[in-house]
């Protein structure tokens, strides 16, 4: 085996100046000796049932009977371009299938062109774990039927194959569509829409022949390739090749630029997983772009090596070649690191335990004996990297750090190549989303978000003895961190983690793998009194809530946005919102027993959240709120991410407390609050602006979607509540209670719930001597006041009355077809105890019962901007521009004087009209059904106070 990595000059025809049959017999004949050389390797890896499955493939596809293995139909395209198969093979699937094979495909036509295997087969980067990579190439005259019944047989194959432990997947191939860049994805990863001729490159330099037609590429010497076609077109010409006799997907004289950058992003999506292959590759295309637009490919290399008749095994394994490419490159750069690196890599990618005995020495541990001599690695050396399962925790973050870093470099150096080069990247929009998904995934860090320590090993972190410790951040005094560390604190070990909350750091060395071992563990708090019994009861939480290992995500999950899967609410760790009781033994018992607004001193018992967000790319997030509003600003947090989800459900909310004070009562409260606010404003039916109002204390919480995010607003009394409700909305917002609210808003609430688009909800309650009426118009703005106690339709008729001229109102300002018919109801509050009902009144004659005397007030704007107010009663004419502050008074005078017994009852207005520079003053620049109350009540007002009824 040698060493060299320098490759010499492209080589020319072989034993002649220009295309010749000799040429051709003598080019075929050597890639066919190397050809079989790497089969016979790779069935040297395989258990003898794998063997026969392996040797049938072929056969199968060149026949089609009903009865073999994969049949699917027969219309099915079948028989491969030649491809003789031998008696002996025939009398293995006669024996298998139990059936005789008929001859009828000796007279077919040929609609397959060839099987090649491709990738690591038949190479020491080939492991007995390893699949088979298979390019089934079929004729480019085929139908989309044909082509569909040819892909069902493959699946069919590969199900078949599975049976003898074999894995192996097919990739339909069109050489012809390949040529004209019409191919559609290869690997189900779309890389043949982003690197076409990098996997020309690895596949000239790793295919095996199977089945059929060698490959046109054998034939062009590197010399030629920057004229591949006209060469190859002269074989054809001068009768020395027949097109049927080669399959043809094109030369690689040239290299894109746009391809580095696609093909680097791909390698770094799969670094996520497998990392030690990933970044062989990585480096290659580095040097690739170096040499740009130059580029001396593997492909060449290995052309080149066979053409020079250098037929060694060793020397052309597609796995030694780009190790040897890749050391003489960070040889030459003295990058020593890097290629110490380069050779875990490549050790890890072969997968061999070279410390351990084995009674069979192959030609694999054989070759790889050679290479780790080579590099002067000793028994500790092997024997370390073969315990990686064993290795501590901050050997595997070292690791880590090691392949980030090459990662990053190799990022960074090809998105400088394309920007130097004016590449763009031949990627689909597609491809670029999904893969910038995984990638944002797998390597952003921000806070909260839990990272996880994956270097492509199986190791095992559970032998760690892990606790955690509170302690003072030095950057900022008086904060105070949790820490999670492995060796003793009075060592003073630096931590492996640290953040604000303990359930962040108990998760990432759980989701880490650090706990799955551990029954106890060793906490010492600071500022926290968090309790043994809480650590441990949270602790088996967070297993049954989030278990470990992490279930594996699907690769169709990026090509969607990332949508939460799980919400887990810890509640109250180490805090106890009743400490100074707990801490004497003694309990609160209290009639009011809602958890946040607990016994006589209306006390919150929940001051501290940690809300971990599981999403469905895999990320798991803590988010921690503490203190008063820490459940608010919970909600609004969590509400935000749902609203992105553009209406997908939402998974429930599970809540966990383990405080040592009321933790259930307290788990279920939260729990049954989420749920209702999130189906208030959250849910597919729901308005997309409801508000939900909720109390913490004494102070209400009121939540609603505003300019494309939901937001709260602390509200300190009733009378604060009922003036934010009124206030105006740009379309209809209803408005959800929380089903706990408390009883002095039992009326309104239950009012809102009967409540419906397109209708005026009204509700009246008598007192003792005074009756409270509440309005919620159309939009759902709320309006409240109170009037002197008076019979039921003397109370209702005149604002009854006025709400229907209103909507006539309303309805000429605008085009009527697009205002919907609107709705009266009216019901009477009827208290028992705590219970609330209204009770539905009927309108009956409510809108013409009783005579009244016409009020109709219309108002304006003047140059000053105030108000100015014309009224017609009865045909008599008041405006205050003449009259002034004079006119309320007038005017009762006037009404006082129509009344025949002259009683000083209180005078309602019938109508009122807004000129259009009234509307545009208002908000949302619309006028809505409570504008006109709040004008009625306030000139109302005025008027009576001419009668001294005010």
Not at 510 to 525: C, I, K, Q, R, T
Request: a negative charge; hydrophobic letters at 35%.
């Amino acid at each position: 085996m040698t060493n060299g990595s320098q490759a010499p000059a492209q080589q020319g025809f072989i034993q002649t100046a220009g295309p010749s049959a000799a040429h051709i017999l003598h080019a075929r004949q050597r890639f066919m000796q190397v050809n079989a050389g790497r089969i016979q390797r790779l069935r040297e890896g395989l258990q003898p049932r794998q063997q026969q499955c392996f040797d049938l493939i072929p056969l199968l596809f060149h026949l089609n009977y009903d009865g073999l293995p994969g049949f699917s139909g027969n219309e099915t395209p079948f028989k491969i371009a030649n491809y003789q198969p031998d008696d002996a093979l025939i009398k293995q699937l006669q024996g298998l299938s139990r059936q005789r094979i008929p001859t009828q495909h000796l007279v077919a036509k040929a609609q397959l062109s060839a099987l090649y295997l491709m990738g690591s087969s038949g190479s020491i980067g080939h492991s007995t774990s390893s699949d088979l990579d298979i390019w089934l190439c079929y004729n480019s005259e085929l139908s989309n039927v044909a082509i569909h019944a040819l892909a069902e047989k493959a699946e069919r194959i590969s199900e078949w194959a599975a049976d003898f432990n074999l894995e192996v997947h097919f990739f339909l191939m069109d050489a012809h569509k390949f040529i004209g860049d019409e191919q559609t994805s290869l690997t189900g990863e779309n890389c043949g829409t982003t690197q076409k001729v990098l996997l020309l490159d690895e596949f000239y330099r790793t295919a095996q022949l199977l089945a059929g037609n060698i490959p046109a590429w054998w034939l062009i010497p590197a010399a030629c390739e920057e004229k591949y076609t006209e060469t190859l077109n002269a074989f054809y010409d001068e009768g020395l090749l027949r097109k049927d006799e080669c399959t043809d997907f094109g030369g690689i004289s040239s290299l894109p630029g746009g391809e580095f950058i696609g093909a680097g992003m791909w390698q770094i999506y799969k670094a996520i997983d497998s990392p030690y292959k990933s970044v062989l590759k990585l480096i290659l295309l580095e040097i690739y772009a170096r040499g740009y637009p130059e580029i001396n490919s593997l492909a060449h290399t290995y052309k080149n090596t066979i053409y020079r008749m250098q037929l060694s095994l060793d020397d052309l394994d597609p796995y030694i070649m780009l190790y040897r490419r890749i050391e003489g490159y960070l040889k030459e750069r003295g990058e020593h690191e890097r290629l110490e690196l380069i050779r875990r890599c490549f050790y890890y990618k072969v997968s061999l335990n070279l410390s351990r005995t084995h009674r069979s020495h192959n030609w694999r541990r054989q070759l790889m004996d050679y290479l780790v001599n080579e590099w002067g690695w000793d028994g500790a050396k092997l024997r370390h990297l073969d315990n990686f399962r064993s290795w501590s925790i901050e050997q595997v973050i070292t690791e880590r750090k090691g392949l980030v870093t090459e990662l990053t470099r190799s990022y960074r150096f090809l998105t400088e190549f394309a920007s130097e080069h004016g590449s763009d990247h031949l990627m689909s929009q597609r491809d670029l989303l999904v893969l910038s998904r995984k990638l944002h995934t797998a390597f952003d860090r921000r806070p909260g978000k839990i990272d996880f320590i994956n270097i492509g090993l199986d190791t095992d972190l559970s032998h760690e003895k892990i606790h955690f410790q509170e302690r003072e951040s030095k950057q900022e005094p008086g904060v105070f961190l949790w820490a999670v560390y492995n060796k003793p604190i009075e060592d003073q070990p630096a931590p492996l983690k640290y953040s604000k909350s303990l359930l962040e750091t108990m998760l990432w060395a759980h989701l880490n793998g650090l706990l799955s071992a551990h029954l106890h563990l060793p906490v010492y708090p600071s500022q926290e009194k968090v309790t043994e019994f809480e650590v441990r009861s949270t602790l088996a939480s967070i297993r049954q809530y989030i278990p470990y290992p992490r279930p594996e995500i699907s690769s169709q999950a990026y090509n969607h946005p990332a949508q939460l899967t799980k919400i887990v609410i810890f509640l109250n760790l180490g805090r106890d919102p009743l400490h100074y009781l707990s801490t004497k033994g003694l309990q609160k018992i209290s009639a009011r027993s809602d958890s946040l607004d607990f016994s006589a001193q209306r006390e919150n018992l929940v001051v501290s959240l940690d809300m971990v967000l599981v999403n469905s790319w895999g990320e798991t997030v803590v988010e921690r709120f503490t203190d008063e509003d820490a459940l608010p600003k919970a909600l609004k947090s969590l509400i935000n991410r749902l609203k992105k989800q553009n209406g997908l459900s939402s998974p429930a909310v599970e809540t966990v407390c383990h405080n040592p004070t009321r933790p259930q009562a307290i788990a279920a409260r939260v729990r049954q609050l989420f749920s209702d606010a999130l189906e208030a404003v959250n849910s597919p039916h729901s308005s997309e602006n409801t508000r939900f109002v909720f109390s913490v204390r004494d102070k209400y919480q009121v939540f609603q979607y505003f300019r494309r995010v939901t937001n709260y607003v602390a509200i300190e009394s009733t009378e604060e509540l009922i003036q934010f409700l009124g206030a105006e909305q740009e379309s209809y917002s209803p408005v959800v209670f929380d089903p706990q609210h408390s009883d002095e808003n039992k009326a309104i609430a239950e009012l809102y719930r009967l409540h419906e688009a397109n209708c005026i909800s009204l509700c009246i309650e008598h007192l003792e001597d005074e009756s409270v009426i509440n309005i919620i118009d159309e939009h759902g703005s709320l309006v409240q006041f109170k009037q002197p106690q008076q019979s039921m339709a003397t109370a209702l008729s005149p604002i009854v009355r006025f709400l229907k001229v209103t909507e006539h109102r309303q309805r000429s300002n605008t085009e009527a077809e697009h205002m919907p018919e609107r709705s009266i109801r009216c019901y009477q509050v009827n208290r028992h105890g705590k219970q609330v009902k209204l009770e539905k009144l009927k309108l009956g004659g409510l809108i013409t019962e009783g005579r009244f005397i016409s009020v109709q007030v219309n108002v304006d704007i003047s140059e000053t901007g105030e108000q100015d107010y014309y009224i017609v009663c009865n045909e008599k004419e008041f405006n205050s521009n003449l009259l002034g502050q004079e006119m309320f008074s007038a005017l009762a005078s006037y009404v006082l004087g129509l009344r025949a017994s002259g009683t000083r009852y209180p005078i309602y207005i019938t109508e009122i009209a807004m000129t259009e520079a009234i509307i545009e003053s208002l908000p949302y620049g619309h006028d809505q059904t409570r504008h006109y109350i709040d004008l009625k009540l306030k000139i109302e007002k005025r008027i009576n106070h001419g009668l001294t009824l005010d």
